[in-house]
C-alpha cells in the first residue's frame, strides 16, 4: 500500500511545489529591493550598477533602493550580502573581484562559492592602462623603460588589494619586470581623482571609470589589456601588440544573490536582467558611451558555471604572479 501511495504523494508534493513557485514569482516583490554596490557611489561599478538596475526598475514597476557598501575589495558589501536573507529582497551587483577576493585573501567573513550565487551577468569590459599626461612616456614600451629604470619611483593606484585593477597591473608588472609602488584605494573614483591630480602615477581602470578622461585628454592611455582593440579607442594599442609581454583580462559584472533564494525569484530576476541587456538601444546608449560591451549568461544555471569555470581559470595564473592580500 505504502508503495502504491508514494507516487500520488510525489505528484502531489511537485504540484504543491510548482503552485507554490507559481505564486511567489508572481507576487515578488511585494516590497522595495535593496540592491547592495560594494564601491563607493559614483564608482565605476556603481555607475553601471544603476544602469542596470534603474532600467529594472522602470520595467518591473517596481522600487530598488540602491545600497553603497564600500571597503576591502567589495568584501564589506559582499559579505553584507551573504549574511541577508534569501528571500529576493537583498542582491548583488558586483564583478570578478569577488572570485579573485576568494583566490588572494587567506580569510574572508564569507565563501563566494558557498554563500552567493551569480545568477545573471550584464556587462564586460576591459582594463585601459594610463597614465597622468605629466609622465614622460608617450607609449607603452616608453612607460616599460622609465619604470625599469627608476625602481619604485612609479606609483600605481587600484580599488584595493587584490582587486581586479591590482591582478591585472601585478601580471603586466611582473610579466616585465617592473618594481612599482601599489597604493590601494577604496574605489575607482578614487583612484580617477589620485590619477588626476599626480599623486599617481599610473592606473589600470575600466572604461566606465576611465572613457571620459581618456577623451578629454586628462588621462593618457597607453594599452588596453583586450585581444582586440576597442571599439571606443581604436587607436590605442593592446598590450599583446606591444613590445612589451603583455597579459589579456576582461572584467565582467553581474547580479548575486544569497545561496536558498527561492528558484521562482532567482528566474525572475534573471529574465528582468536579461530585458535590459536585451534592450539595444538603451544597452548602446548607456554601456557603449562608457566603452562597455553587453554579456548576458542565457539562464542562472550558466551564469553559476560561468563563475565556477572563471575561478578555476583564474587560479593558477593568481598563485603564479604570487598576489596575496593577507
Do not use: C
Amino acid at each position: 500500500m505504502r508503495v502504491r501511495l508514494l507516487a500520488p504523494l510525489l505528484s502531489a508534493v511537485a504540484l504543491a511545489f510548482g503552485v507554490a513557485g507559481t505564486a511567489t514569482a508572481q507576487s515578488y516583490p511585494a516590497k522595495p529591493i535593496r540592491v547592495i554596490v560594494p564601491v563607493p557611489a559614483g564608482s565605476g561599478l556603481d555607475i553601471v550598477g544603476r544602469i542596470a538596475i534603474e532600467k529594472m526598475a522602470q520595467n518591473m514597476g517596481k522600487t530598488f533602493v540602491i545600497d553603497n557598501i564600500a571597503g576591502a575589495n567589495s568584501n564589506i558589501g559582499a559579505a553584507a550580502a551573504a549574511r541577508a536573507a534569501p528571500d529576493g529582497y537583498t542582491i548583488l551587483f558586483a564583478t570578478e573581484a569577488l572570485p579573485l577576493s576568494a583566490l588572494t585573501y587567506s580569510k574572508l567573513n564569507y565563501d563566494l562559492l558557498r554563500d552567493l550565487e551569480l545568477f545573471g551577468t550584464m556587462a564586460k569590459g576591459v582594463f585601459i592602462l594610463s597614465v597622468n599626461p605629466s609622465v614622460p612616456a608617450q607609449t607603452v614600451e616608453e612607460f616599460v623603460k622609465l619604470a625599469r629604470a627608476k625602481p619604485g619611483s612609479i606609483a600605481y593606484g587600484t580599488s584595493g588589494a587584490g582587486s581586479p585593477h591590482h591582478v591585472v597591473m601585478e601580471m603586466f608588472a611582473q610579466a616585465n619586470g617592473l618594481n612599482m609602488l601599489h597604493v590601494p584605494y577604496k574605489g575607482s573614483g578614487d583612484t580617477v581623482t589620485a590619477l588626476l591630480s599626480g599623486t599617481i602615477q599610473a592606473a589600470m581602470g575600466l572604461p566606465s571609470s576611465f572613457a571620459p578622461y581618456v577623451r578629454s585628454g586628462k588621462f593618457r592611455a597607453l594599452a588596453v589589456s583586450s585581444a582586440k582593440r576597442m571599439r571606443a579607442f581604436p587607436a590605442v594599442p593592446t598590450l599583446m601588440e606591444r613590445a612589451v609581454k603583455g597579459v589579456e583580462y576582461e572584467s565582467w559584472y553581474g547580479l548575486f544573490a544569497p545561496t536558498g533564494t527561492p528558484r521562482p525569484v532567482i528566474e525572475r530576476l534573471h529574465a528582468e536582467l536579461g530585458k535590459v541587456v536585451r534592450d539595444k538601444a538603451y544597452i548602446d546608449e548607456k554601456l557603449g558611451k562608457i566603452g562597455l560591451d553587453p554579456f548576458e549568461t542565457p539562464s542562472p544555471a550558466a551564469a553559476a558555471a560561468f563563475l565556477r569555470t572563471f575561478y578555476d581559470n583564474l587560479a593558477p595564473v593568481v598563485k603564479k604572479a604570487g598576489i596575496k592580500v593577507d
